[in-house]
């Protein structure tokens, strides 16, 4: 999810600090997904408009709740994906796996790619919903 950024928009003059999400809820975001879009915006000149350090701090989850680094007691070198979070948690798994993606790719399979995507942010959303309640975040 990129925060309500059109798709195919570069516009992202509507988002600024002031009204970004209180609270981000990820899996990895910090070690790959954040990173990884503020690498991919630099690189094709879209500005983002907060600072990065906004959503990238460590050992806090005031702004980013990044639940596998939560999970892992912010050792980002600990196994653990959100398959196995959430079968701990008794959150159903789905079928497809994130290894499954290329070959969903090649097969132009966007359909089977959103309903993997779907199922992530629904499972990463049931998972959070689990360590607000525990106060874990």
């Not at 989850?61 to 007691?73: C, G, I, P, W």
Request: proline content about 6%.
């Amino acid at each position: 999810t990129v925060l309500g950024v059109p798709r195919r928009s570069r516009d992202m003059s509507g988002l600024h600090e002031s009204n970004a999400p209180h609270v981000l809820v990820t899996f990895n975001g910090l070690t790959f997904d954040l990173p990884f879009l503020h690498i991919r915006a630099a690189v094709h000149g879209i500005p983002i408009p907060w600072h990065p350090s906004l959503f990238l701090k460590r050992y806090t989850t005031e702004r980013h709740a990044d639940l596998r680094a939560v999970l892992s007691n912010w050792d980002m070198r600990a196994p653990g994906s959100l398959d196995d979070y959430c079968d701990t948690f008794g959150i159903p798994n789905q079928q497809a796996k994130g290894s499954d993606i290329a070959a969903m790719v090649a097969a132009g399979d966007r359909e089977g790619i959103m309903h993997k995507n779907l199922s992530d942010l629904r499972r990463t959303a049931a998972l959070a919903q689990k360590l607000s309640h525990a106060g874990l975040i």
